[in-house]
């Protein structure tokens, strides 16, 4: 099964001291044995980065420990899902004809992503964000 992870659960996975690390490790093990398919935006790597390298945690995350943690744990397990200025432009039309407006765009992004792949499910904790900006009939959110 392929599965597109958002940022969010890549963060929770790979932070021990995130709250929901127990609820998203678990889908992390099971795309690097083999069992999901692990798909992940572009983006979302920069984002994981950018967020990883600004927790708040002690000890931080320095940048060399948080392009460990994106290699090791995704760039060698995930199949990798580009957008181009098509898929952008057609996802911020989508959510102007919607009025829906700020970050969550970015999950629009990622959903946009998703469909581009073709998985059968999105894993976030965010999810009440991704069903306000899925298309109709897409129905593949799922919460760890």
Known sequence: MKVLFDTSVLVA??????????RALPWLQRAKAGEV???VATHSVAELYAVLTGLPVHPRITAAIAWQLIDEN??????MVPLSWNDYRAVI?????RGVVGGVTYD??????????RVARVVTL???DFQ???PEGC??????
């Open 13 to 22: 996975a790979l932070v021990e001291a995130h709250p929901m690390h127990t």
């Open 37 to 39: 398919a692990m798909v």
């Open 74 to 79: 995704i760039a060698r397990t995930a199949a």
């Open 93 to 97: 039309k989508r959510l102007s004809d």
């Open 108 to 117: 629009a992004l990622i959903v946009r992503a998703a469909q581009k792949a």
């Open 126 to 128: 965010d999810p009440d």
């Open 132 to 134: 306000r900006v899925r």
């Open 139 to 144: 129905h593949l959110i799922t919460s760890p």
